[in-house]
Structure formats: C-alpha cells, structure tokens
C-alpha cells in the first residue's frame, strides 16, 4: 500500500537527507531550512521522496527519486500531485 507524507522537518524516523542517501546512493543531499518534504512509503518502509523548496512566495520542486525496483511515473507524479497540493494550499507560486 502506497502512501505520501508531506511535512516540513524530517518525517517519521529519517531525514530527508538520509531517505535520499537510502533511495539513491548519494550523500550529497543538502537539507534546506525552508523547504517541504514528501516521502513516498510503501507499507511504511520509505521507498521515494521529493523536495519543494520555497522562496518568498515562489516554489520549486525537485529530487523526485524512487528506488528503482518501484520506479513508475505514476507514482512520481503522486509525489508530484502531493507538493503541489500544499503550494496551493499555503498560497505559493511556482518559480519559473
């Protein structure tokens, strides 16, 4: 059962750093003070997530990353869908 989780620090357990690390082998994932913060889980096991980091009142989002062997598009636009429901729902813009 696949569910997304959207919050500002770090959801459940794990940083969104450390998720990333997990998801895609790389560390070199910054945490930015002023962002949000989808996780993608799957029967509770973080399998993807997903950044929106704002500016004023302009968002962006970015990092979208699943592991490989749950890797669809659909679920990379659920994660998607769920950043895009909190910008509106906060009032933000998308940054061109």
Same mark, same amino acid.
């Given at each position: 059962?696949?569910?997304?989780?959207?919050?500002?620090? +770090? &959801?459940?357990?794990?940083?969104?750093?450390? *998720? @990333?690390?997990?998801? /895609?082998?790389?560390a070199?994932? $910054?945490?930015?003070?002023?962002?949000? !913060?989808? *996780?993608? !889980?799957?029967?509770?096991? +973080? #399998?993807?997530?997903?950044? @929106?980091?704002?500016?004023? /009142?302009? !968002? *962006?989002?970015?990092?979208?990353?699943?592991?490989?062997?749950?890797? /669809? %598009?659909? &679920?990379?636009?659920? #994660?998607s869908? %769920? &950043?895009?429901?909190?910008?509106?729902?906060?009032?933000?813009? $998308?940054?061109?």
């Amino acid at each position: 059962m696949f569910k997304v989780e959207v919050g500002k620090g +770090p &959801l459940m357990f794990m940083s969104y750093s450390r *998720i @990333m690390k997990e998801v /895609t082998g790389d560390a070199q994932i $910054e945490e930015i003070k002023d962002s949000y !913060y989808a *996780i993608l !889980y799957d029967f509770g096991m +973080p #399998i993807g997530c997903g950044r @929106m980091k704002i500016e004023d /009142t302009l !968002y *962006i989002i970015d990092n979208i990353k699943i592991f490989k062997d749950f890797s /669809t %598009q659909g &679920l990379i636009e659920d #994660i998607s869908n %769920q &950043l895009l429901k909190k910008a509106k729902s906060i009032g933000l813009e $998308e940054k061109n």
